[in-house]
């Protein structure tokens, strides 16, 4: 960790990974366009090409800036992005949450509508993965490892510009400003997740199965939902807090530890 530096130090690596952060959330859209490959990936790619091509840059990037940062291969790079150790028990405690989510809008009598495959797995699977790799894994993790910041300092920093990325996801500015708080409240949940399982798996699942219910019952546009979608998402919260909670410290890794 970062207790041997001294604070200018902290403070230049921070903004270095902000800025790196920054860069690959709102710099590689317009980078592609001015490139010219908007209309190839949507050609190219399939359905959602340039979505696809759009997060594959963002995950091969952070990869890239972790190996240059810890000057490491890939294998300490997936380390450092937290995907390297599974975490079991973080991961059925996490899974548990989602069962208690769908429990809930089972009961409520939420309709299922099927969705085409291709979007639940690239807009309820992928990109809540990626998502979890840049945000946490290379934002928080390396705000907490590589330059040293506490935890609240790093947990508020990146669920701040995870925030930000959504805001654009409401129809008017109080939705968007809700939207964008609802999904800050999430990324801090999704950092502590990671420092408490050392792992961006746990908070995957939570991630990707909330973006796939959203899906399936439809219960909104944007992560504001409904009373029904709200039910659930604190059910979510709350077995994911007591489960985790549960468990014997024994089977915790914490994210500083190495």
Request: glycine share 10%.
């Amino acid at each position: 960790m970062g207790a041997s530096k001294s604070p200018p130090a902290i403070t230049l690596r921070a903004v270095l990974i902000v800025a790196v952060a920054v860069a690959l959330t709102f710099g590689i859209e317009p980078a592609l366009n001015a490139i010219g490959l908007h209309g190839w990936a949507k050609s190219a790619l399939g359905p959602y090409g340039f979505y696809k091509l759009y997060i594959a840059c963002e995950f091969v990037l952070a990869f890239v800036a972790v190996m240059a940062m810890w000057r490491a291969g890939l294998g300490r790079a997936a380390d450092e992005l937290g995907l390297a150790h599974l975490s079991v028990a973080g991961c059925l405690s996490c899974f548990a949450a989602i069962a208690a989510a769908f429990a809930v809008l089972l009961y409520a009598g939420a309709k299922w509508t099927p969705q085409p495959a291709d979007s639940l797995l690239i807009f309820g699977v992928v990109g809540p993965f990626v998502e979890e790799v840049l945000f946490r894994g290379f934002l928080f993790r390396q705000l907490r490892r590589w330059a040293g910041l506490p935890f609240w300092i790093a947990a508020l920093l990146a669920s701040l510009l995870f925030g930000a990325v959504h805001f654009d996801q409401g129809d008017t500015l109080a939705e968007s400003l809700m939207n964008s708080g609802i999904t800050f409240a999430g990324g801090v949940l999704f950092c502590w997740l990671v420092e408490r399982w050392n792992s961006i798996w746990p908070g995957f699942v939570i991630h990707a199965g909330l973006n796939l219910l959203w899906s399936v019952y439809t219960l909104g546009d944007n992560a504001v939902g409904g009373q029904m979608g709200n039910l659930a998402r604190l059910a979510t919260i709350v077995v994911a807090l007591v489960a985790t909670f549960a468990i014997p410290r024994r089977h915790v890794v914490s994210a500083t530890a190495n």
